[in-house]
């Protein structure tokens, strides 16, 4: 039963032809190179291409991964918003070293993003959240991230209770709540190539804080 399983995994095996990636081929800056492959992913529809993995580690040296959502990139780095209380929270707090990844399948590609992750400003998450939909905003005060409930209907109770005392009024910012930019210190491009000799380029900073790229081997 175990060797059939193993069986029918590996047929799931696909020979990855859609593009090819050289080092004379991407921008010497990896945020334009994040950009170009960003707007290419949007272009092909890819369902959520913002949805990105984000590892972190435990006081333990545990690690954890979740998908959140990328809500914006600059020079300075990558943003998302959660509560600083979760467990991602509160392990950021006490290691700030972080690990995205993308992961676009109909594009056979994916890029991962290694860096230290920091709080960005109370006015920075402030405006982000009265931008949220309304209930996205409730939301964020029903949840006590990463708690034990003993019911989805704990949570369902609190928003009805938040909706009747905020009803007509502006739900206030909570303080225990918003984002943090990820710095990044290198980057891997990853295009599908077949027999698995996939295409990998690698950037990382030197001590000049330049880019330097390589090709790792597949």
């Given amino acids: 039963m175990f060797e059939n399983h193993l069986l029918n995994l590996a047929d799931l095996r696909k020979d990855y032809a859609k593009a090819e990636l050289n080092e004379s081929d991407?921008?010497?800056?990896?945020?334009?190179?994040?950009?170009?492959?960003?707007e290419e992913a949007t272009h092909a529809q890819?369902?959520?291409?913002?949805?990105?993995?984000?590892?972190?580690?435990?006081?333990?040296?545990?690690?954890?991964?979740?998908?959140?959502?990328?809500?914006?990139?600059?020079?300075?780095?990558?943003?998302?918003?959660?509560?600083?209380?979760s467990r991602k929270g509160?392990?950021?707090?006490?290691?700030p070293n972080v690990s995205l990844l993308f992961f676009w399948p109909e594009l056979e590609r994916q890029i991962r993003i290694e860096g230290v992750a920091e709080k960005i400003s109370s006015t920075e998450?402030?405006?982000?959240?009265?931008?949220r939909p309304v209930l996205s905003q409730l939301g964020a005060?029903?949840?006590?991230?990463s708690s034990v409930i003993e019911g989805r209907n704990i949570i369902e109770k609190k928003l009805s209770e938040l909706?009747?005392?905020?009803?007509g009024n502006e739900i206030?910012?909570?303080?225990?709540w918003g984002g943090y930019r990820v710095k990044p210190e290198s980057f891997e491009f990853w295009q599908g190539r077949r027999s698995r000799l996939h295409d990998r380029i690698f950037?990382?900073?030197?001590?000049l804080s330049n880019w330097t790229i390589k090709r790792l081997s597949p």
Avoid: C, H
């Fill in 172 to 176: 206030p910012f909570p303080a225990f």
């Fill in 90 to 95: 509160q392990e950021l707090a006490v290691n």
């Fill in 46 to 85: 890819v369902p959520e291409p913002n949805a990105m993995s984000l590892a972190t580690v435990s006081v333990a040296g545990k690690p954890s991964n979740r998908i959140v959502l990328l809500k914006g990139y600059d020079d300075n780095g990558f943003v998302f918003f959660t509560n600083y209380e």
């Fill in 203 to 207: 950037y990382e900073k030197n001590v």
């Fill in 26 to 38: 991407v921008d010497q800056n990896p945020i334009i190179q994040f950009k170009k492959w960003f």
């Fill in 163 to 167: 909706k009747d005392k905020f009803s």
């Fill in 125 to 131: 998450s402030m405006n982000y959240f009265f931008s």
């Fill in 141 to 145: 005060w029903a949840s006590i991230q």
